[in-house]
């Protein structure tokens, strides 16, 4: 991950946060220190839960009676659909409704504010309902996301459909190499942080096309820009960005504020977008649409998908599979430790977050994480200053430390 600095300032307290917060909590989303789901429910001077309550029936009011007694707020549980006869239609089963009362968005605030944090958002189906900006910024703030640029770089290679994740799109070293090593780091190719990264490059693609192999592909994963800006000039195009990014962009309504590139205005792919939190929400909402389990296989399904070399690792994006049994890393320490295959295969971010988390990670703890079962998108940005993937997820997730 590259390590360009970030500005420094603090997070508001939890229960002052932006303005845009205060507005959701005024229409009844559950804030820190609000009286739960029964605010939601009320319009215009009427006790909208008394007429619920007076509607529902046998097993009906017991599975409503659960909902509120869990204490979700509205903007983390949609009110179930009652019918004329009192039947509720897709009742939240209640693994996932405690699931998602256990999220603790004050507790979350505070943490990622002790470690750095200057934005926070939680947001369900496209409706943010926590939002915690820290030192002027906002949802429009453009701020560095580092290797978060390798995830929106790899979802536009996807959007294309060819080449297909298994062909082979380069040779280098007396090695073919496909997409889906190029993706999922496992080219096989020197990581190249020195030459790749030095501020007089001249020329990016030139520079990773001279790299050596240092293993067959497929065989190690070893993060590193060089796959990326490989995949750079398997895309080819001279700009910033350049055409297969900019289509991508353009269908996202993204436009980066800034991007970095090398002297002759390539487009880095492993690193550099300048993007706001909105931009970020927009990518983190792409990808649970297309992350969903009931969700017709398609061109980004691999992306999902971890390797034999890392199984934490699809292409582009961090996976928490081996969650409920695994060991909790962090993911810029695992990257720094050199772990093996076997240890990649027992690594998740957190034992209490679901299994189908997703995570677009840059260095000095910016996070998308994208939780699909729970229909749920957390932004958290900020500068370096010892955050950690297992601490924040502990908090998200409601759990005392032991």
Known sequence: MSSNSASTSKLSDGAAVSGAYTDACSQGVRTPGSAGILPAFRRGGRDAYGHFRSRLHGHAALAFAMLVASGAGAGAVEPSRVTGSGDIRSVPRPAAVRRIADISASAAARYSRAHGGEVLIIARQGMPDFRAFGGGRDLRT???????????????????????????????????????????????????????????????????????????????????????????????????????????????????????????????????????????????????????????????????????????????????????????????????????????????????????LICMAGSGGQRVYVIPSLRTVVVRLGRTSGFRDPDFLRMLFGAVPG
Not at 142 to 156: D, E, F, H, N, Q
Not at 257 to 285: C, I
């Open 142 to 356: 453009p701020m560095p996301v580092y290797s978060i640029t390798k995830s929106l770089a790899a979802l536009a290679c996807l959007s294309l459909g060819h080449p297909a994740p298994d062909d082979v799109v380069l040779r280098q070293s007396g090695h073919a190499i496909t997409l889906r090593q190029l993706l999922s780091q496992t080219s096989g190719i020197e990581p190249g942080y020195a030459r790749l990264y030095s501020k007089s490059l001249r020329d990016v693609r030139a520079a990773a096309a001279s790299l050596p192999g240092e293993s067959p592909p497929g065989e190690r994963f070893v993060y590193g820009p060089s796959h990326y800006e490989l995949l750079g000039g398997v895309l080819s195009g001279v700009g910033s960005p350049p055409p297969a990014l900019d289509r991508f962009l353009a269908r996202m309504r993204i436009r980066p504020s800034d991007w970095r590139t090398d002297r002759n205005g390539r487009t880095f792919f492993s690193a550099g977008a300048v993007l706001t939190p909105d931009d970020l929400l927009k990518l983190g909402r792409f990808v649970l649409d297309r992350a969903r389990p009931a969700k017709p296989a398609g061109r980004f399904e691999a992306a999902f998908v971890g390797s034999r070399a890392n199984p934490a690792y699809g292409l582009g994006f961090w996976l928490n599979r081996a969650a409920g049994g695994g060991e909790p890393r962090d993911i810029e320490e695992a990257i720094g430790a050199g772990l093996t295959g076997e240890q990649w295969s027992r690594t998740c971010l957190s034992n209490l977050a679901p299994p189908d």
